[in-house]
């Protein structure tokens, strides 16, 4: 069974371009949750969509935005990126309520 | 007070003997608990759930988990020097979703 793809890997951007990140859930899995990992902040809860819907929002700007797809892949866009903004970010995919949560490899961001 | 807590590393203990990780955590409601092995430059990958008070036993680890005491503790018989890495305890915010917090991480070195 495949597990959860991220793409890309890695990806160097300028302060004020956007991005989008994509994330393939595990097969069968319909809920896929978004993390921002840094050093000083640690893992950091973006969001969370489940059957095309976002049905948990952390605590950041409205420049994180995401959307789930009929297949339940995901895409996270962030824009006017900010130096701040780099950072490890991990999707992770679940079957669906009340369990355990599988991450991908992460896209790593580095904004110059 | 932060949500979660973990227990400040870096931990040392000799290859064989028991390593124990503990997390408290500060929300009454949350009913799902997780622990995630993090390698440097990795994911994180889950090594246990827990969801009901008492131990759970899975191999070489064990959780325990107490919801009076809002704790969460991790046990490892028998370490291996490939046991050492970072780990994380997560604890899911949202009942019917995943919102997990996660804590800062304790660092584990098994020392052959």
């Known amino acids: 069974k495949a597990g959860v793809t991220q793409t890309p890997r890695y990806l160097i951007k300028t302060r004020g371009q956007q991005v989008t990140l994509s994330c393939s859930p595990i097969?069968?899995?319909?809920?896929v949750s978004w993390y921002q990992q840094t050093p000083g902040q640690g893992l950091q809860f973006l969001f969370e969509?489940?059957?095309?819907?976002?049905?948990n929002k952390g605590n950041f700007p409205g420049r994180f935005s995401g959307r789930q797809f009929s297949n339940s892949r995901s895409e996270m866009n962030v824009s006017t990126l900010e130096l701040g903004d780099s950072a490890l970010y991990l999707c992770?995919?679940?079957?669906?309520?009340?369990?355990?949560?599988?991450f991908g490899q992460g896209t790593r961001l580095t904004v110059v | 007070q932060k949500e979660v807590e973990q227990n400040s590393g870096p931990l040392s203990v000799p290859e064989g003997a028991i390593a124990s990780l503990n997390c408290t955590y500060s929300?009454?409601?949350?009913?799902?608990f997780f622990w995630y092995r993090q390698y440097s430059g990795k994911s994180p990958e889950l090594i246990m759930s827990?969801?009901?008070?008492g131990d759970k036993e899975d191999g070489r680890f064990t959780a325990q988990l107490n919801k009076a005491s809002q704790y969460v503790s991790l046990l490892i018989r028998d370490s291996q020097p490939s046991d050492s890495a970072t780990y994380l305890c997560?604890?899911?915010?949202?009942?019917?979703?995943?919102?997990?917090?996660f804590g800062p991480g304790t660092r584990l070195s098994v020392l052959p």
């Open positions: 992770a995919s679940s079957s669906g309520t009340y369990t355990e949560a599988f």
């Open positions: 097969s069968g899995h319909r809920s």
């Open positions: 969509y489940f059957s095309e819907t976002q049905r």
């Open positions: 929300d009454r409601v949350s009913q799902s």
């Open positions: 827990i969801y009901s008070n």
């Open positions: 997560a604890v899911n915010r949202d009942n019917y979703g995943q919102n997990f917090v």
